[in-house]
C-alpha cells in the first residue's frame, strides 16, 4: 500500500514521498518500513504518529489498516 511520509521522514527513506509497504496493521506496517528503510530507526525512536483515512494514530499499534487506506507518516510533534 501507498504510504505518503513527510517532514525527516523523507531523509530517511533516501528522500521519497512515498513509500509501498506490506502491513494490515500499524505494527506489520512499521517493521516493513523498518525492512525496507534502516534509516527510519532514528525517526521512529524519536516517534512516528500515523494517520489513517484522516484520524492519527500515536500509540495503536494493533490498529487494523484498511484496504486502501490513505496512509500518511508524521514526525511526532513535542509539546512544551
Do not use: C, H
Not at 505494527?27 to 494517520?51: C, N, S, T
Amino acid at each position: 500500500m501507498k504510504v505518503e511520509l513527510s517532514g525527516i521522514l523523507r531523509g530517511a527513506a533516501r528522500g521519497a514521498s512515498f513509500v509501498e509497504l506490506e502491513g494490515q496493521t500499524i505494527k506489520a506496517l512499521m517493521e516493513d518500513l523498518l525492512r525496507q528503510y534502516p534509516d527510519m530507526a532514528g525517526p521512529m525512536d524519536e516517534g512516528i504518529a500515523v494517520a489513517i483515512n484522516g484520524e492519527i494514530f500515536r500509540d495503536g499499534w494493533q490498529q487494523s489498516i484498511p484496504k486502501d487506506a490513505e496512509i500518511y507518516l508524521l514526525p511526532r510533534l513535542q509539546g512544551g
